[in-house]
């Protein structure tokens, strides 16, 4: 079969535009005109989605560029160059990445290991397909609060921990009402972002199409809400718990009570 008579691997849409790999061209078709975001069919709409799998590569952190760190190297996805292209993005654009419901900001960088219409999200994939927004409405802030989620650790309070944040969250994109996660000696630290509310009212517009990006500037004042509490311990007895009057005493009954008429017999023998 000649050149000329081969299918191109990657095809343009004439009716949307899209561009959909050839395998999956008769799918869409019978698909076209259904909102992009919600396609099942591997696509790129271009300024606006990649529906992609993921693809799993190891070590792949290697093939980022060896200055990064902190949040960019955390939050950074592998594309291939010419998906890029019809995505019409650009080395190190942040991106809002949807897999599995969860919602996160990542930074877009080429690889030529990556298959088109796949996504290197880490060493693992997950099942089902993502969705990759470019992101058009950033805005710079210099003001953001750290909601922990979960365990507040006593090192929160500290400043060697702070200084670390800032260090870390240098150059980051962030999801106002998202979930930012900082790794600490071996801890995963999970916070809510939030900005001022003087900041959030200059961020309103009239468009909720996409959902609004944050842009650490340089020097930005990051603060983590709450403070760490001290709890005494302090021991209960079973009938201390709480409801379930008739199981409790059922199961003390029957395995507390003969336990305890056992317990003298114990000492004699012994």
Known sequence: MSSAKKKRP??????????????????????????????????????????????????????LAPDVFGWV??????????TMLHLRVIP??????????????????????????????????????????????????????????GTFHNFYDTAHFRNYVNTFLSGSYLLPGGITQIPFYGILCRFLVGTSLTERM??????????????LAVGSNISIQGKGVAFEKEKLSFLDLG?????????????????????PAIWWAL
């Open 10 to 63: 990657v095809q343009e849409c004439g009716q949307c535009g899209c561009f959909v790999l050839a395998k999956d061209f008769e799918r869409h078709k019978d698909a076209c005109g259904v909102e992009t975001r919600i396609s099942e069919v591997q696509l790129v709409e271009p300024n606006a989605v990649l529906v992609a799998f993921e693809q799993a590569l190891e070590k792949w952190q290697e093939y």
């Open 73 to 82: 190297r955390q939050s950074s996805v592998l594309v291939n160059p010419e």
């Open 92 to 149: 190190r654009q942040p991106c809002i990445y949807e897999s599995n419901e969860n919602k996160r900001l990542v930074l877009v960088w080429p690889c030529d290991m990556v298959s088109q219409f796949r996504v290197c999200a880490g060493s693992k994939t997950v099942g089902g397909l993502v969705r990759l927004f470019p992101a058009h409405k950033i805005s710079e802030v210099k003001n953001v609060s750290l909601r922990p989620l």
């Open 202 to 215: 200059g961020n309103l517009t009239v468009s909720s199409h996409q959902d609004q990006v944050l842009r």
């Open 243 to 263: 409801g379930n009057e008739k199981a409790k005493s059922d199961i003390f009954n029957y395995t507390v009570v003969p336990l305890q008429r056992l317990v």
